[in-house]
């Protein structure tokens, strides 16, 4: 009974893991990282030590990276802070318009955040793309390390 409980909680800890790399209050590789130590310690999977340390530093590192990510792009581009916030608002917004809100929220937000920080449009325009450059990469790593998790978590169960 209790590898199956540790078996149901590894699935939901993957599926939130890859929803956490959409949604910035959940930490997205972490969770994917920790369904595949439930998915371990059931019988249903035997990572090598190797493997789980691999995956432990990914989730570590993608997590890390995520904070400086948005910070590099947006300084690579001359924005600030404020973009970086706004992509973040224009994110959370962008989610509850469906996958199109998930791409041009974040822009809106991190033009309207440099808008407010520096009353220059283009300044906006070329610092807030810098930022949602920047953001889209953090989101590209976390999904592409909790993908990776997920794709071995689903293999390592089905073998």
Not at 127 to 142: P, R, V
Request: hydrophobic fraction near 55%; proline fraction near 5%.
């Amino acid at each position: 009974m209790p590898d199956y409980i540790f078996l149901v909680a590894g699935i939901l800890l993957v599926i939130l893991g890859i929803i956490g790399c959409l949604v910035p209050v959940l930490p997205g590789p972490p969770l994917s990282y920790l369904g595949i130590l439930f998915l371990h310690f059931s019988r249903f999977g035997q990572f090598t030590t190797l493997a789980l340390i691999t995956m432990g530093i990914i989730a570590l590192a993608v997590t890390i990276l995520d904070y400086i990510v948005p910070v590099w792009g947006t300084r690579k581009f001359g924005g600030s802070k404020y973009g970086t916030r706004g992509a973040t608002i224009g994110l959370v917004i962008g989610l509850f318009l469906g996958p199109l809100g998930l791409i041009i929220g974040p822009f809106i937000g991190a033009f309207v955040g440099e808008l407010i920080f520096k009353d220059n449009i283009n300044y906006a325009i070329k610092a807030g793309f810098g930022s949602l450059l920047g953001f889209l990469t953090g989101i590209g790593l976390k999904l592409a390390a909790s993908f990776v998790m997920t794709f071995y978590f689903v293999k390592e169960w089905i073998a």
